[in-house]
């Protein structure tokens, strides 16, 4: 019987409020690779810090979601830590979670299913490009129960805290997807065997 495991929501919250402007030095900060690209490394912290559990069962974006850190250096300055893809692009985060652990919602379709998200749900947006480039955790909603959402960086804007959804400062997105995450993700046993999976970055192979 599959092991599951509770999403502590709080914590994940807790975690956002705290690193949104001030990244952890235990992991990557992506930010400094160019382009802006945080904000899933950013969403996935947040996961991992309400409990979500790693899942190392084989390099496919169905079935994979972790970060490996190697060393003690602030950051990842050695560039040396491993991480999977769905851990760091917001396109094969969307589509991991949505196999694995939640709902997808088109918000664009019926912006009224914005309403059924939960605080710790997470929101992706596509501005034409055909796939999702941005990620953003909901952290609050607003008196009319219209979600709003904390993310890391979207080049070349600041970091956000507790803006609307739709990111209205923004051009109109072509897509923006919710995931409705379960309260009780699946804990798959594999251990990671680091000899088969592979890196986002394969340079670090």
């Known amino acids: 019987m599959p ?3 509770r999403y502590d929501r709080r914590r994940a919250l807790d975690y956002a409020r705290r690193h949104w402007n001030n990244p952890n030095p235990r992991f990557a ?3 400094t690779f160019g382009g ?4 899933t490394n950013f969403t996935s912290q947040c996961l991992w810090a309400g409990s979500w559990p790693m899942d190392y069962r084989r390099s496919t974006w169905t079935s994979e979601w972790w970060y490996r850190r190697i060393g003690t250096d602030p ?7 491993w991480w999977s893809c769905t851990w760091s692009v917001p396109e094969n985060q969307f589509r991991y979670l ?15 299913r914005a309403r059924r998200l939960r605080r710790g749900d997470i929101i992706y947006y596509d501005w034409g490009a055909g796939r999702f480039g941005h990620s953003a955790i909901v952290t609050a909603f607003d008196r009319r129960g219209e979600p709003l959402v904390t993310y890391r960086t979207l080049a070349p804007l600041s970091p956000q ?5 739709q990111l209205r400062f ?3 997105a072509a897509r923006i997807w919710g995931i409705r995450l379960t309260d009780r993700p699946v804990v798959f046993p594999a251990r990671p ?3 088969r999976l592979v890196p986002c970055d394969r340079t670090r192979r």
């Not at 802006?36 to 904000?39: S, T």
């Not at 196999?99 to 919602?105: D, F």
Request: glycine share 10%.
């Open 29 to 31: 900060n992506m930010d």
């Open 98 to 112: 949505a196999e694995n652990h939640g709902q997808a919602l088109d918000l664009l379709a019926d912006p009224r």
């Open 170 to 172: 923004r051009r109109p």
């Open 3 to 5: 092991v599951t495991r």
């Open 161 to 165: 805290r507790n803006v609307h959804w």
């Open 36 to 39: 802006g690209g945080d904000c």
């Open 193 to 195: 065997d680091w000899s």
């Open 75 to 81: 950051f990842d300055r050695r560039g040396d830590d």
